[in-house]
């Protein structure tokens, strides 16, 4: 097969063997080559603009600069960039994050190297690629209210064990605008407790442990 017919891949993920093993499974399929290899967002920025890759799969959780940004850093440069998200996270706000910032498909690192190559081939001829459960917890999250960015920044803080005066000291608030706070996320989360409501943020990608 020419050159030209070649799916030109760029891989993006901070695990030297994750990438290695990636490319191996890429390298194999004659109608595809991995062009370049990226450690974190930044690299990836940069390797994009160097080879303009036909297909560039993306690790969301990297040091120096996460898939996001890094996936809304490419896509505002190039309103044709085919990016899927390659991860092991499959919380929903992971997936709609990683989708609105730009990705055509989404995929999780456990499937297998058949999926991946339709992935890229579908991602290549300008479909999106989101497979059935993630299709679902994609719905799922649209159908939950929004958090706002003060919100997160109180479960945050609840997930790392916090008291209500701790946060109101780590973000410069009164407590009775902390206990506000954790009234409305709570009724948003659909949850009766600080606790359920950080397993209900962990299950969804909302915050880290």
Do not use: W
């Not at 898939?67 to 850093?73: C, D, E, L, Q, S």
């Not at 092991?88 to 709609?96: A, N």
Request: aromatic share 2%; with cysteine.
């Amino acid at each position: 097969m020419s050159q030209l017919t070649t799916i030109r891949v760029l891989i993006v993920d901070d695990h030297t063997v994750v990438r290695r093993g990636l490319a191996t499974i890429i390298n194999r399929d004659p109608e595809m080559t991995v062009v370049a290899q990226a450690e974190d967002g930044q690299q990836a920025i940069d390797l994009f603009r160097e080879y303009q890759p036909d297909v560039t799969l993306m690790d969301l959780s990297m040091p120096q600069m996460g898939g996001v940004a890094a996936i809304t850093a490419i896509c505002a440069e190039c309103k044709q960039a085919r990016i899927t998200v390659l991860t092991t996270y499959d919380g929903d706000e992971d997936i709609y994050r990683g989708l609105q910032a730009g990705a055509q498909g989404y995929l999780l690192k456990d499937a297998k190297p058949n999926e991946l190559l339709n992935a890229i081939r579908t991602i290549h001829s300008g479909q999106k690629y989101v497979p059935p459960a993630v299709g679902a917890k994609l719905l799922q999250r649209m159908s939950h209210p929004e958090l706002s960015e003060r919100e997160l920044a109180v479960l945050r803080l609840m997930a790392q064990g916090m008291s209500n005066a701790d946060i109101a000291a780590a973000l410069s608030i009164g407590e009775s605008t902390v206990k506000s706070h954790i009234n409305r996320l709570l009724s948003k989360l659909g949850v009766s407790d600080r606790t359920q409501a950080v397993i209900v943020a962990v299950k969804r990608g909302l915050v880290s442990l």
